[in-house]
């Protein structure tokens, strides 16, 4: 159908055909793959909700599920709560702070969170006598500690340079103001500039929820029975392949549910922003 455009009367010439290319087709192809693996997973789950492998281990699912929640939880909170400074000595101009605190970040950045988790678990009995001596070794002793340690060590390095970021991108006329009306830095910092910078840094830390929460399932390598330690405890006493389905399930429904919270958070504190 030839469309007539109404300012100038012109008539439009119809779109051409798209061609059925190559890539059309092996996209279609694929698409339909996906769909057809989307339907038997819904059918598998469908006839199996109520399977004798459900009925048996859904206690210990639901176990290791708060327990995943716990870790997440803890480790996300201690995180922020280190890297309101370590962000400040990343910021700092005095390089005896912003250096180590490059250095830290840097570390646990760059290398795995497992590696970290395993340095931490099977590195604190080396110092054994040390940890005892300050009273610490009751604590490193057990793996639930080590993996809120690990955890929380390697969540802080990237909240700080998710917060460094979100405060150099608010604007440095905030701060003349604040000056030029007599607000000490500390009040402008914690008053003016954090709250627009937290703003900034909401999508960035709702990433780094959703990474730390799959993460997370490295706490069962090292004895921790959070929900994949669950699910493997699971499947090495009944060596059904459902048990890392359901594991699958409920680790996605926790990222969709996180992912439509931290949606709902955001339209609500930058409201004031929409136009």
């Given at each position: ?55 048996k281990?859904w ?13 997440v ?22 390089w005896?702070?912003s ?23 099977y ?96 706490a ?10 669950e ?45």
């Amino acid at each position: 159908m030839i469309s007539a455009n109404p300012a100038t009367g012109l008539k439009r010439p119809p779109a051409p055909p798209r061609r059925w290319t190559k890539t059309r087709i092996f996209g279609h192809v694929l698409m339909a793959l996906w769909i057809v693996s989307g339907a038997w997973l819904l059918y598998y789950l469908a006839i199996n909700i109520a399977s004798p492998f459900v009925l048996k281990y859904w206690p210990e699912y639901l176990s290791g599920f708060f327990v995943t929640l716990q870790i997440v939880g803890l480790s996300l909170l201690i995180g922020a709560i280190l890297s309101l400074p370590i962000a400040a000595a990343r910021a700092s101009k005095w390089w005896l702070l912003s250096k180590p605190a490059y250095c830290y970040v840097y570390f646990f950045r760059g290398t795995p969170l497992l590696a970290q988790t395993f340095l931490v678990y099977y590195g604190a009995g080396t110092f054994q006598p040390q940890l005892e001596a300050i009273g610490l070794w009751g604590l490193f002793r057990e793996a639930w500690f080590c993996v809120i340690f690990a955890f929380s060590l390697n969540t802080s390095a990237y909240q700080a340079e998710i917060l460094r970021g979100a405060i150099q991108n608010v604007s440095r006329g905030q701060w003349e103001g604040a000056a030029a009306l007599g607000i000490n830095k500390k009040i402008t910092f914690f008053k003016i500039i954090l709250p627009q910078a937290l703003i900034v840094a909401l999508r960035p830390y709702g990433n780094e929820i959703i990474l730390m929460l799959k993460g997370s399932a490295i706490a069962a390598i090292v004895t921790v029975f959070d929900l994949f330690g669950e699910t493997r405890r699971a499947y090495s006493r009944s060596y059904d392949f459902q048990a890392y389905i359901w594991a699958a399930v409920i680790y996605l429904f926790l990222v969709e549910m996180l992912r439509r919270l931290w949606d709902r958070i955001e339209i609500r504190l930058t409201r004031h922003l929409i136009r």
